[in-house]
């Protein structure tokens, strides 16, 4: 009897699998699935190769449109159309692929409706804990508007510095002088210091010693100064020898002072060192080193370095 009992249940429970298995491979031959996969994939494909085109092309004309105003006279701010640049072309890749989303979900039959729903519901409890979100939109509207600063600009920003990459609605971003780069929410943004907006100015300071005729010094470098807008065309107006800016011990700083384009005075100080030394030397002008009195038992003075 209890064999009989069991043979039953095998016999059932082969007949389900039997009959699970049925419905599998029913519903994997079933034509319509298969229409369905085909045309779906079909159509999916077809989003995707016209969202890249469109994203494409869009960028190349925005460029080209952009680039054409900047050659004009009428606006010819090419640091603050380049910013809008990067903001156009983000903002029509989000446009694209938000799209593009809602178009390949309408195309394996999801229903678009329910979730749009769905996501208004959540996105109004979410929304009050993104009022981080809100303020860098804000922010980041409010600098592209007042052009605080642009692509291209070299920048002081909180602990970053550097030279701004793209400046979006929500974040900045700065390539570092050793190559690092800082993602900044604009929301975060306190203290910015623009360095690429006025010319810079190149403090030269160079010490000489006591014993230097500084007016010698004066005239070999006012004549040396002279001789130099010709040559770099980053200076604005001839270098400036303000005379003797301090006296230290055996030392005398002199110092000069070059107005340069913006971010331009780095490279003109190295130049301005590496001759000045040079001037100083071929004319027997002592430069300031190091000295280090010593005093014997019978109180006389010795000097040496």
């Known amino acids: 009897m209890a064999k009989e009992v069991i043979g039953d249940q095998v ?9 699970t298995s049925e419905k599998i491979w029913n519903y994997f031959t079933d034509e319509q699935l298969w229409n369905f996969i085909l045309s779906a994939t079909i159509k999916i494909t077809a989003i995707l190769i016209v969202s890249y085109l469109v994203i494409f ?31 156009l072309h983000s903002t029509l890749s989000y446009l694209v692929y938000f799209s593009a989303m809602i178009a390949i979900l309408s195309a394996v039959k999801i229903n678009i409706g329910g979730l749009l729903a769905g996501a208004g519901i959540a996105g109004l409890a979410i929304g009050f804990g993104a009022q981080s979100l809100v303020k860098d939109v804000i922010t980041g509207f409010f600098i592209i508007l007042e ?17 701004v990459t793209e400046i979006g609605l929500r974040t900045t971003k700065i390539l570092g002088s050793t190559g690092e780069q800082y993602i900044i929410p604009n929301g975060q943004i306190l203290d910015v210091v623009n360095f690429s907006v006025n010319n810079s100015k190149a403090i030269i300071d160079m010490q000489v010693g006591i014993d230097a005729d500084i007016e010698q010094v004066e005239k070999l470098l006012s004549t040396y100064l002279k001789t130099l807008p010709p040559k770099f065309d980053e200076l604005v107006g001839v270098p400036t020898f303000l005379g003797v800016q301090n006296v230290v011990g055996t030392e005398v700083t002199i110092r000069i002072v070059a107005e340069t384009k913006p971010l331009h005075h780095y490279g003109i100080a190295r130049v301005i060192r590496r001759d000045v030394k040079e001037i100083l030397d071929k004319n027997g002008i002592p430069m300031a080193y190091p000295k280090m009195m010593l005093y014997d038992r019978g109180n006389s003075m010795s000097e040496g370095e």
């Open 11 to 19: 016999e059932e429970q082969v007949e389900e699998i039997s009959k």
């Open 147 to 163: 052009d605080q600063f642009g692509v291209g600009d070299y920048i002081r920003l909180n602990d970053a510095e550097g030279t």
């Open 57 to 87: 092309i869009g960028k190349r004309l925005i460029t080209r449109i952009l680039t054409l105003k900047v050659k004009t006279p009428i606006n010819p701010n090419e640091r603050r159309q380049q910013t809008i640049i990067k903001l």
